[in-house]
């Protein structure tokens, strides 16, 4: 089973960066998907980014051109690089792998606030 783990969340003033990490528990050999997702205060949770096998990535309108996608280069783990955040940002981001099995990381709080 594919545990994930999660790091990088805080608190940042608004125009701010962070960086968000995830990890794989084991080898997942360049299989399936990355995304991260996120749940804003009283909204549903919804995907934000995503990246292909092959690299590519996209994004929701909202975080496109402040937000970068990233893997390792074994692509056992997802970063998530995070500019000029605005307290719209505020909420729970979480990993999520997309393989033969659908894993989700434990979430980590991102609170942009002065």
């Known amino acids: 089973q594919v545990h994930l783990v999660e790091s990088g969340g805080g608190l940042v003033q608004p125009g701010g960066s962070l960086r968000l990490s995830c990890v794989a528990s084991?080898?997942?050999?360049?299989?399936g998907e990355w995304a991260w997702h996120r749940r804003l205060k009283d909204k549903e949770r919804e995907r934000i980014?995503?990246?292909?096998?092959?690299?590519?990535?996209t994004y929701i309108g909202s975080v496109k051109g402040r937000f970068t996608i990233s893997t390792s280069n074994n692509r056992n783990a997802v970063y998530l690089q995070m500019d000029n955040l605005t307290p719209d940002d505020t909420g729970v981001y979480y990993c999520?792998?997309?393989?033969?099995?659908?894993?989700w990381g434990q979430g980590t709080q991102v609170t942009v606030s002065s």
């Open positions: 999520n792998w997309i393989g033969p099995m659908t894993t």
């Open positions: 084991t080898d997942l050999r360049g299989i």
């Open positions: 980014a995503l990246i292909d096998p092959d690299g590519t990535a």
